[in-house]
Nanobody, 119 residues
Framework: QVQLVESGGGLVQPGGSLRLSCAAS????????MGWYRQAPGKQRELVAV???????NYADSVKGRFTISRDNAKNTVYLQMNSLKPEDTAAYYC?????????????WGQGTQVTVSS
């Protein structure tokens, strides 16, 4: 199992930046994938960015060129650097760990952190 704690959310003006952190309760170096997801009111949760065990990354088209996902294995932490924020980026952001288990893949979620982009 792994517990995840997100931080770094807040209120920011359009065009501003935020960095989200996701701290894990155990080593993340062997976790298959770590991802950031978001959910806006009335909408389904969607993938924002994911970083795989080999450090390959994937991004939603809506955030490409603006967001960067990274990991610090020494700190057991995954980051999401968000630049050029837009009002449509407003959502609760969740961290997820995909861990390979005996019976298949297990997903673990954090509690989320709110990001509000508004003037």
């Amino acid at each position: 199992q792994v517990q995840l704690v997100e931080s770094g959310g807040g209120l920011v003006q359009p065009g501003g930046s935020l960095r989200l952190s996701c701290a894990a309760s155990r080593s993340i170096s062997s976790i298959y994938a770590m991802g950031w997801y978001r959910q806006a009111p009335g909408k389904q949760r969607e993938l924002v960015a994911v970083i795989m065990i080999g450090d390959s990354t994937n991004y939603a088209d809506s955030v490409k060129g603006r967001f960067t996902i990274s990991r610090d294995n020494a700190k057991n932490t995954v980051y999401l650097q968000m630049n050029s924020l837009k009002p449509e980026d407003t959502a609760a952001y969740y961290c997820r760990a995909d861990v390979v288990g005996v019976r298949g893949m297990n997903n673990y979620w954090g509690q989320g952190t709110q990001v509000t982009v508004s003037s």
